[in-house]
T-cell receptor
Framework: GAVVSQHPSRVICKSGTSVKIECRSLDFQATTMFWYRQFPKQSLMLMATSNEGSKATYEQGVEKDKFLINHASLTLSTLTVTSAHPEDSSFYIC?????????????FGPGTRLTVL | AQSVTQLDSHVSVSEGTPVLLRCNYS??????LFWYVQHPNKGLQLLLK??????LVKGINGFEAEFKKSETSFHLTKPSAHMSDAAEYFC?????????????FGRGTSLIVHP
């Protein structure tokens, strides 16, 4: 099946710094990418949907100035957590979907564990 | 609007016994339905999907699910549990609400397998 990678897999940073997470579709073109965050023992919460070449659509309650999403190419989307604080510590997961996806299937990345000290 | 309800937060079974993870959905359109599995600190892996073809869907690792429109259900089953099946399972619905196929996740069911 289609493969989606995320980098880094784990990051620890100091409060106030910014962190960039990359999401890549390795063997298909992703017209749409999704960013989720997941707190321990909870479900995935959709943060935003990004379509290649256009601005991301953020879910209610998600600060777009804090969570910057760029989907500059059909194989790469980035999430930048700006001025990170301890409450931003979470597991961030991206998924990608191609325009020809059967049944709108998404392919998930392995996730990025962010810890803000 | 679409929604999905996973009725059990935890399901505990003995190795070798059947598994049933329940999922009910709500959709105003013809939905696509998915089951994903997540092992600790890992991403999500697709187990199976329903996309308006056969109502009984067979997936990987011996799992299967049946789409029942009359009951708005898509329960996940497996005849015999293995220790390696212990993980978190998510039911997901996706339809064309609002003109786009934004997926909605259930809260998840934790499957515990006892030796």
């Amino acid at each position: 099946g289609a493969v989606v990678s995320q980098h880094p897999s784990r990051v620890i940073c100091k409060s106030g710094t910014s962190v960039k997470i990359e999401c890549r579709s390795l063997d298909f073109q992703a017209t749409t990418m999704f960013w989720y965050r997941q707190f321990p023992k909870q479900s995935l919460m959709l943060m935003a949907t990004s379509n290649e070449g256009s601005k991301a659509t953020y879910e209610q309650g998600v600060e777009k100035d804090k969570f910057l999403i760029n989907h500059a190419s059909l194989t790469l989307s980035t999430l930048t957590v700006t001025s990170a604080h301890p409450e931003d510590s979470s597991f961030y997961i991206c998924s990608a979907r191609s325009s020809g996806a059967v049944g709108n299937e998404q392919f998930f990345g392995p996730g990025t564990r962010l810890t803000v000290l | 609007a679409q929604s999905v309800t996973q009725l059990d937060s935890h399901v505990s079974v003995s190795e070798g016994t059947p598994v049933l993870l329940r999922c009910n959905y709500s959709s105003s359109y013809s939905p696509s339905l998915f089951w994903y599995v997540q092992h600790p600190n890992k991403g999500l892996q697709l187990l199976l999907k329903y996309t308006s073809a056969a109502t009984l869907v067979k997936g990987i690792n011996g799992f299967e699910a049946e789409f029942k429109k009359s009951e708005t259900s898509f329960h996940l089953t497996k005849p015999s549990a293995h220790m390696s099946d212990a993980a978190e399972y998510f039911c997901v619905v996706s339809d064309e609400s609002g003109g786009s196929y934004i997926p909605t996740f259930g809260r998840g069911t934790s499957l515990i397998v006892h030796p």
